[in-house]
Each structure stands twice: as structure tokens, then as C-alpha cells.
């Protein structure tokens, strides 16, 4: 399975973009799949998952109430759709999947195996 991150762009702080990551080669329906970001200087931080089923979504603290996160099976695409956005959120996000990764552990980059490449959000004030 190879991933591919999209959506990215500038926007005003207050605006939105819908990020999405596609997968190829498998389907990924089995997977869970969450998104990083990462600004320059900092390490990568955890955004959001989504369980195979759709049923189970997780949220950093800092985005919660602002991105909402779902996935299309049949179209092999996870989407984060980010609103309210502020000059913080600016940072490379990646999309990530595995299908191994357990509740406690899907916040860590490291139990992620497959990776995208990277799509840049910048947020101005």
C-alpha cells in the first residue's frame, strides 16, 4: 500500500482545507489511519486517527472541535477536514497507516509503518 497526501495550501487564520490521503496499490480498509504535522524545528505531533470501521476517531487536545476526520473505503481516502484554523496549525501534515496499532499506542508515529509524503499548511494571520 503507498499513501499519497493532498489539500494542502495557504489559507487565512479562520479558514478551512480538506486534506486527503489516498491509498494505492491495497486497499487500506483494514487500517487504521491517522494524521501528523510536523512545523520546522519540532517533532512530529499526533492530529487525528480513525479506525478501520469509521467508529473510533481520536483527536489531539489542540485540534478538537476544529477537525473532524472520516474515510470512504470504497475510494481508499481518509479526509481531515480542518476548520477554524489558526497560524499554529501551520506544518507538514502526513498521513499515516497500520493495521497493527492498539488504542494506546495510535498517538505515537513510531507504531506506523506506512507513511505518505507530506502535504504543507500554512495558516496566516
Known amino acids: 500500500v503507498q499513501l499519497q497526501a493532498s489539500g494542502g495550501g495557504l489559507v487565512q487564520a479562520g479558514g478551512s482545507l480538506r486534506l486527503s490521503c489516498a491509498a494505492s496499490?491495497?486497499?487500506?480498509?483494514?487500517?487504521?489511519v491517522a494524521w501528523f504535522r510536523q512545523a520546522p524545528g519540532k517533532e512530529r505531533e499526533f492530529v487525528a486517527a480513525?479506525?478501520?470501521?469509521?467508529?473510533?476517531?481520536y483527536f489531539a487536545d489542540s485540534v478538537k472541535g476544529r477537525f473532524t476526520i472520516s474515510r470512504d473505503n470504497l475510494e481508499n481516502t481518509v479526509y481531515l477536514q480542518m476548520n477554524s484554523l489558526k497560524p499554529e496549525d501551520t506544518a507538514v501534515y502526513y498521513c499515516?497507516?497500520?493495521?497493527?496499532?492498539?488504542?494506546?499506542?495510535?498517538?505515537?508515529?513510531?507504531?506506523?509503518?506506512?507513511w505518505g509524503q507530506g502535504t504543507q499548511v500554512t495558516v496566516s494571520s
Open positions: 480513525i479506525k478501520w470501521n469509521s467508529r473510533h476517531t
Open positions: 496499490g491495497r486497499t487500506f480498509r483494514s487500517h487504521t
Open positions: 499515516a497507516a497500520s493495521t497493527s496499532v492498539i488504542q494506546s499506542a495510535l498517538m505515537s508515529p513510531r507504531h506506523y509503518s506506512l
